[in-house]
């Protein structure tokens, strides 16, 4: 009897584990074919996502996040429970993502592209997200208690000087090509953008930034609490 309930626990204990890792299985893994990583640090992960008309990922599990769309779409989402939700989004939009498990594909008959920020702290942040800036007219797209998305117009003004500071973090998404210079801690500048460039300005990290163009630019700004 012993023997046989070692065995039953065990075999118990092994069908457990094999759905925790269902659970927890990683898009970048998993789904190399439409999720990339663009960045990654201790604060977040930024992915890439791309889903091109008519595919179809696997079930897959993010943590607390935001995404911006790169471009609008017409997306199913189905998750463990065997329900499935249709989102639509807008293009330059931003939604918060609680954390969860579901397996997307994209029904419509256009490519969706879109930026996730993932969180990897264990709880939201403290910090104040200021609702103006010198230089830049702001635009709240989503709030949540992890962070704020915005859509951001830099004024042919706008300048941060050298040792510049914020004590919250920005994930910097470029939507088009742009005439701005952002030097970090001292390093090379970064001059050349394209849509869906990204750029992640840490707290506390001295940095430079300006329009050299002189017209205005907009970049989508994921602030981080």
Do not use: C
Request: no cysteine.
């Amino acid at each position: 009897m012993k023997t046989g309930m070692t065995v039953t626990v065990a075999a118990v204990v092994a069908i457990f584990a094999g759905a925790s890792a269902v659970r927890a299985q990683d898009p970048v893994k998993v789904d190399p074919a439409h999720y990339k990583v663009i960045l990654d640090n201790p604060s977040v992960r930024v992915l890439r996502i791309t889903y091109p008309a008519g595919s179809k990922s696997v079930m897959h599990e993010h943590p607390d996040a935001m995404v911006f769309m790169l471009s609008g779409g017409n997306m199913s989402f189905a998750t463990p429970d065997g329900k499935t939700e249709q989102r639509e989004s807008a293009k330059d939009s931003a939604m918060f993502t609680p954390a969860g498990t579901h397996l997307p594909s994209n029904p419509g008959k256009t490519t969706m592209d879109a930026i996730l920020v993932e969180f990897k702290a264990a709880q939201p942040g403290t910090a104040t997200i200021p609702a103006s800036l010198p230089g830049r007219q702001v635009k709240v797209l989503a709030e949540s208690p992890r962070a704020d998305a915005m859509m951001v117009t830099l004024e042919p003004s706008f300048n941060e000087p050298a040792g510049t500071k914020h004590d919250y973090d920005q994930v910097v998404i470029a939507l088009g090509p742009a005439d701005v210079s952002l030097a970090l801690d001292g390093k090379p500048a970064k001059t050349t953008w394209k849509r869906g460039d990204v750029s992640f300005i840490g707290r506390g990290v001295p940095h430079e930034s300006k329009i050299t163009g002189g017209k205005p630019v907009n970049v989508a700004i994921i602030a981080v609490k």
